[in-house]
């Protein structure tokens, strides 16, 4: 049994996925599992485009063998040396021992970096092609989206792109693996925006320069490395990651994110929510005591207008609030309008530790700061409403 897919004539899905929830990247919860996609093209040559996590190599090999059919495996082009998908590769080259790994210099020496096995590769570079039959590959370099070396191939005949991470979203593939089998706008929006956000969020401009250097090709599919392939109407796709990597919120609806020990932090925070919500603005409230931050970062991508409500604790931001800062403080978030309500019982502190590492960042406004002493106070009910007034206004 295999569960080889195929894509046009002479390509085949070979990837596999995993189901069971795990952290991927030992990091982010994947409770919708995710796909290591790997892709064989059947020419006078066959060439395979990446291989896959070690995770999932039983299936893979079995899936690489049936669609190869008994001929040998000419090429493999390695579109960069992340283990999630080159773990495998040197059992690749074991079982065949024949194949010609096709990467860029820097690859080639990751490759060395991780492995001990003797191989003469066929370099490329910017721009270069192989002709394998009546498919011609020209690589382009994607550098930093999100490895130095990514490199992504296209097929001028066919107008694939293999776009190694990026158009890539969590979410195990079981059987439909094309976009357009799938429920993208409600299954998959959101493990788009979480696998871009979380794993290429911080490499906007280097997704731009992409962006830009593909414009120009003909692309009829995208095949990345996780999550759906993407065939004929593209412009959905293309259009989220254009304004995802310009770190374009998506909404001006207010994202409210707090943290709280004991509950006097949340209901300051549900007042503020009712007061939005009764000036006809839509909000979202995150506790990020109960919520993995990979969550709350996406939904920050989202979000014009954010209102951050923490405690004060051991004279310092609460731990879950300040990694999520440190977080998107890396991941290099920008252009948000931001409110701040700040608890502490005896020396509030939260509020100004917060601002410095706003500050940190590119064109965060502060709209406005609450101090909360131990419970929000009938009297501070009009300063609440500024504060709201504010980030909307
Ligand atoms: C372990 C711990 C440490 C705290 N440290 C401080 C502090 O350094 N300064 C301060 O003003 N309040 C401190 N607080 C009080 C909290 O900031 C906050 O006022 C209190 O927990 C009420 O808010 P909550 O019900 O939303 O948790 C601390 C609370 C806890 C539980
Ligand atoms: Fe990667
Ligand atoms: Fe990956």
Known sequence: MNSVRRINEDYCYVGASERSPRLFENLFPVPRGVSYNSYLLRDEKTVLFDTVDRAVGDAFFENLSAALGGRKLD?????????????????????YPGVKLVCNAKSANMIRQFFDFDFDPLLVAEGEELSVGEHTLKFIMAPMVHWPEVMFTFDERDGILFSADAFGAFGALEGSIFADELDIASEWQDDYLRYYSNIVGKYGAQ???????????????ICPLHGPVWRGELTRLLEKHDRWSKWEPETDDVLIVYSTVYGNTERAVAQAAAYLAERGRRVRTINICTTDRSYTVAEMFRAKNILLATTTYNNGIYPAMEYLLDDIAALTLRDRRVGIIENGTWAPAAAKLISAKLDTMKNIEVAGVLTVKSALKPEQEAQLQELCDALIS
Do not use: C, W
């Open 75 to 95: 090429y493999a082009v390695v579109s960069h040396m992340e283990p999630d998908h080159a773990a495998t590769l040197a059992e690749l080259v074991l079982r």
């Open 207 to 221: 997704v731009q320069a992409a962006l830009k250097k593909t414009a120009g090709l003909d692309i009829r599919m």
